[in-house]
Nanobody
Framework: QVQLVESGGGLVQAGGSLRLSCAAS????????MGWFRQAPGKEREFVAD????????YYADSVKGRFTISRDNAKNTVYLQMNSLKPEDTAVYYC?????????????????WGQGTQVTVSS
């Protein structure tokens, strides 16, 4: 079965950086687009970033564009989210997900498998 395991979350001061990792198993990773979402307390889960299987095309939410970078290593079945210039409003549980083939990025219903999430807390 498909498993996604996120890691790399933690507590960081505003302006700092973190790199999240998501290790995938149980699927042909190199053929799947991958996404990152986040959910802050009391808010709905929202799209953060997405990367096509080839890594040639990426998508970002406006709120993270220029600060976050999504990447992948198909040899390691891992997708990353490098987060720089972190702000308190980036505090959330971050989830990685597998996007269904031929579907559009950003729309949550197009992501069929989800990890358990990793907590990111940014202090002011």
């Amino acid at each position: 079965q498909v498993q996604l395991v996120e890691s790399g979350g933690g507590l960081v001061q505003a302006g700092g950086s973190l790199r999240l990792s998501c290790a995938a198993s149980g699927l042909t990773f190199s053929r799947n687009a991958m996404g990152w979402f986040r959910q802050a307390p009391g808010k709905e889960r929202e799209f953060v970033a997405d990367i096509e299987w080839s890594a040639l095309i990426t998508y970002y939410a406006d709120s993270v564009k220029g600060r976050f970078t999504i990447s992948r290593d198909n040899a390691k079945n891992t997708v990353y989210l490098q987060m720089n210039s972190l702000k308190p409003e980036d505090t959330a549980v971050y989830y990685c997900a597998v996007r269904s083939s031929l579907s559009i990025a950003r729309t949550q219903s197009n992501y069929r498998y989800w990890g358990q999430g990793t907590q990111v807390t940014v202090s002011s």
